[in-house]
């Protein structure tokens, strides 16, 4: 009997142990948002408890922002002088970096894309990218861009190859010499937004954006050799693609999403969304995917191949960022900064901590807790933790 007795309050100490496991809540999350308001200022902020970590001074920002090895890096305009890349350490804010500029090498404006890596910073001036030397300080090459208009070059890196979108061609350079490996005039470009190149293994995809005259398919190169590889007529004036498993996810000027197969082209399934053009990257979380046309956010069932839930933000169009999801939460900013669960739709809305500085378009990341980054398609390319 007492061994019976010593048995059962062994078993039940277990049970209550496993069971106590159990039901005790998961730790807090700890996630850093590294936002934008306007003018320039910079919030770091954590995501569970919106209080502020640190903020930087107003300027004006030219670029959206760059992580790499726990500093963000910015370009920015001083009205009386030079332009600048400055480097803020993430966890304090304290300014740990500069790189003063020419006066006439003026960062362009928010919507270029600042690349940071262990050797080089590539940045974007009205007429030129800058290929500069992170450590030393110095400018390494520049590649002119005056004839294809600044506003129209968006820039990609992997693996020692810069990829340049005119517009009217694309450019693989080499980084080391800035000297070009191959062009690709397949597409006519003459876009009204500049769609960033989606990278997947030996591919590269590149849509022509949006045009007023003109339907363009979103087209796969080979990245080594600039080859065409195929294209897609459906998916036509579409924004940035996002790879997901096996699929390639893209939003169109047509108000269609589209999931095609990354390595043919061809496509997989489409949903008609009754909208009006995506300006937006999509991002994927579990099985969904998020997209913005501006105006509203669709969160969409992958695997039911339908519109989950939708929300309409308080912003007019071109004044929101590219979603970005982390730990089961889908971000987005306009004027606010919105948090959405990303199963049911319900929002958690952060105002700006100082209503003089509200936030804007420009793109939001997400630092979590292992220090993973978490950001738009436009930005992943240029962050590197």
């Known amino acids: 009997m007492k061994n019976f007795l010593l048995l059962f309050c062994f078993v039940s100490l277990i049970f209550s142990s496993c069971r106590k496991k159990k039901d005790d809540p998961k730790p807090p999350v700890n996630e850093t948002i590294i936002a934008t308001a306007l003018y320039g200022r910079i919030y770091s902020m954590n995501a569970q408890t919106k209080n502020v970590n640190w903020s930087t001074e107003e300027y004006f920002m030219n670029a959206e922002p760059?992580?790499?090895?726990?500093?963000v890096y910015v370009g920015k305009l001083n009205e009386l002088g030079p332009s600048y890349i400055i480097g803020y350490d993430l966890t304090t804010g304290k300014e740990v970096y500069k790189l003063d500029l020419d006066r006439s090498l003026v960062i362009r404006s928010y919507t270029s894309n600042l690349i940071v890596t262990d050797k080089y910073i590539f940045a974007l001036t009205e007429s030129k990218v800058?290929?500069?030397d992170r450590i030393q300080k110095k400018i390494l090459w520049?590649?002119?861009t005056e004839s294809y208009g600044a506003n129209r070059v968006r820039l990609t890196y992997n693996n020692e190859t810069l990829y340049a979108d005119t517009g009217e061609f694309l450019c693989a350079i080499d980084c080391n010499t800035g000297k070009p490996i191959w062009e690709s005039d397949h597409y006519k470009g003459n876009q009204l937004v500049n769609p960033s190149a989606t990278l997947y293994k030996n591919f590269i995809y590149l849509s022509a954006g949006s045009s007023d005259n003109q339907d363009e398919p979103l087209y796969a190169f080979d990245r080594e050799t600039g080859v065409l590889k195929w294209k897609n007529?459906?998916?036509?004036?579409?924004y940035s693609a996002v790879i997901h498993e096996n699929s390639l996810f893209v939003g169109t000027r047509q108000g269609n999403f589209y999931a095609l197969d990354p390595v043919t082209g061809s496509t997989q399934w489409s949903i008609n969304l009754n909208s009006s053009e995506f300006f937006y990257a999509p991002c994927v979380s579990g099985n969904y995917a998020f997209i913005a046309n501006g105006v509203k956010l669709y969160a969409i069932d992958i695997k039911a191949r339908k519109v989950s839930w939708t929300y309409y933000l308080d912003s007019p169009p071109l004044f929101v960022s590219d979603p970005v999801a982390a730990n089961d939460k889908v971000y987005i900013k306009s004027s606010k900064l919105y948090a959405f669960d990303i199963y049911t739709g319900l929002p958690e809305i952060i105002s700006s901590p100082d209503p003089k500085y509200p936030f804007g378009g420009v793109p939001i990341t997400i630092i979590d807790s292992n220090k993973k980054i978490h950001c738009s398609?436009?930005?992943e390319m240029k962050s590197q933790y």
């Open 233 to 238: 007529d459906e998916a036509k004036n579409a």
């Open 377 to 379: 398609l436009n930005s």
């Open 130 to 132: 800058l290929a500069i």
């Open 66 to 71: 760059a992580i790499h090895n726990n500093i």
């Open 142 to 144: 520049t590649w002119a």
